[in-house]
T-cell receptor
Framework: AQSVTQLDSHVSVSEGTPVLLRCNYS??????LFWYVQHPNKGLQLLLK??????LVKGINGFEAEFKKSETSFHLTKPSAHMSDAAEYFC???????????FGRGTSLIVHP | ETGVTQTPRHLVMGMTNKKSLKCEQH?????MYWYKQSAKKPLELMFV???????ENNSVPSRFSPECPNSSHLFLHLHTLQPEDSALYLC?????????????FGPGTRLLVL
């Protein structure tokens, strides 16, 4: 069984300040974890993924995430928000051996000037 | 054309209509997916095709009928839909359909059922 919880439905930050989007997962074994971003009227785009290699994963546009097995977390961070980061962000888990992803409900990132 | 394309981008249909959504991927992938994205709900995987064979039908009502004639094209045939089927329907593709792969998404078809 697998599940994912995005702890915040909305996160609001000022441009130039750090971003933290939280994700906790549950997986029976060997999870793969992904963060996707969806801009308005667009499809989802992969930001980064963890598939049992390095626990600190760097993605596109300055985003990174750290896989913490002891905390069952995969939080997404960025040191300095940009206006173009405003979008919906989805955390996704796939348990080893499965091809069925489970998506979180999404976190809407709002960036103020 | 690059990536994953979907047509139409918007569709309004009555409950007695029959319509089809089309997805095409230009990435040389072997797996394709249909997802439903409703407001306030997580993305729901509907169907998975790998090498043109359906490998997953995630308890989807029979009023949704997928078709995958080749590895580049995926259709979703719609008939006698309900208003609660109104949603954004997303198509995606991946290299092999092996779960841990990156999926590449199209822009979606926004469907309104009246």
């Amino acid at each position: 069984a697998q599940s994912v919880t995005q702890l915040d439905s909305h996160v609001s930050v000022s441009e130039g300040t750090p971003v933290l989007l939280r994700c906790n997962y549950s997986s029976s074994y060997s999870p793969s974890l992904f963060w996707y971003v969806q801009h308005p009227n667009k499809g989802l785009q992969l930001l980064l993924k963890y598939t049992s290699a390095a626990t600190l994963v760097k993605g596109i546009n300055g985003f990174e995430a750290e896989f913490k097995k002891s905390e069952t977390s995969f939080h997404l961070t960025k040191p300095s928000a940009h206006m173009s980061d405003a979008a919906e962000y989805f955390c996704v888990v796939i348990t080893g051996g499965s091809y069925i992803p489970t998506f979180g409900r999404g976190t809407s990132l709002i960036v103020h000037p | 054309e690059t990536g994953v394309t979907q047509t139409p981008r918007h569709l309004v249909m009555g409950m007695t209509n029959k319509k089809s959504l089309k997805c095409e991927q230009h990435l040389g992938h072997n797996a394709m997916y249909w997802y439903k994205q409703s407001a306030k709900k997580p993305l729901e995987l509907m169907f998975v095709y790998s090498l043109e064979e359906r490998v997953e039908n995630n308890s989807v009502p029979s009023r949704f009928s997928p078709e995958c004639p080749n590895s580049s094209h995926l259709f979703l045939h719609l008939h006698t839909l309900q208003p609660e089927d109104s949603a954004l329907y997303l198509c995606a593709s991946s290299q092999e359909g092996l779960g841990r792969e990156t999926q590449y998404f199209g822009p979606g078809t926004r469907l309104l059922v009246l």
